[in-house]
């Protein structure tokens, strides 16, 4: 059997180093781990995906089991949330206030510089399912705007309140709110006392 020819590509110095010490500590020759990835990129192209795509993708899925996601059929999700927000509105209300509330807090804790404002990047990355998701923000107040044509009024109500317990949790009191079926528009100042880390 003959061995594939070998042909020499340049590339950064700095990426090589790395890309070795991955080879190495994941038991691959260099060689082998180049080899490797650029397979893995002609078959991506074979079946019309985009790399990049798919490992920021990957990495979103990543992210979003970590924050304590699962992943569910949209419209089981909405139905759900209708039967309860239906039957007992006030303890449904209370659940995702205190979902939200939740959630912050383990960004809250996490030892990063902004947050918030990672929060917000993931929540906005999270909610596939709205068309719009807008987040806009000034040194004491934040909007938050969400439009999802397929968010039925129960779900919309619900969503908003567990906005609602986020935002508190990083120091914002909101100050004016309209919630309709699949649309919110929140809009929040920082409490006097808090001050954001």
């Known amino acids: 059997m003959i061995s594939p020819k070998r042909k020499t590509f340049v590339a950064r110095e700095d990426l090589i180093n790395r890309l070795a010490e991955i080879a190495k500590r994941q038991g691959f020759s260099l060689y082998d781990k180049v080899n490797e990835i650029f397979q893995s990129a002609i078959q991506a192209e074979s079946i019309g995906v985009n790399l990049r795509d798919v490992i920021e993708e990957r990495g979103l899925l990543k992210a979003a089991r970590e924050a304590g996601f699962i992943l569910g059929l949209e419209n089981l999700w909405y139905e759900t949330a209708e039967l309860s927000y239906k039957r007992r509105s006030k303890d449904a209300l209370e659940k995702w206030f205190e979902a939200g509330v939740w959630l912050a807090k383990r960004y809250a804790t996490d ?50 309140s567990f906005l609602e317990g986020a935002l508190g949790v990083f120091g914002y009191k909101v100050a004016s709110k309209e919630v309709s079926r699949g649309m919110i528009s929140l809009s929040a100042i920082e409490r006097e006392s808090h001050v954001q880390g």
Do not use: C, H, Q
Request: glycine share 4%.
């Open 111 to 160: 030892e990063i510089k902004d947050t918030f404002g990672s929060f917000m990047r993931d929540l906005e990355l999270f909610t596939w399912n709205a068309a719009d998701f807008k987040i806009e923000s000034s040194e004491k107040e934040v909007s938050i705007r969400i439009i999802g044509p397929r968010f039925r009024e129960s779900y919309t109500i619900l969503f908003a």
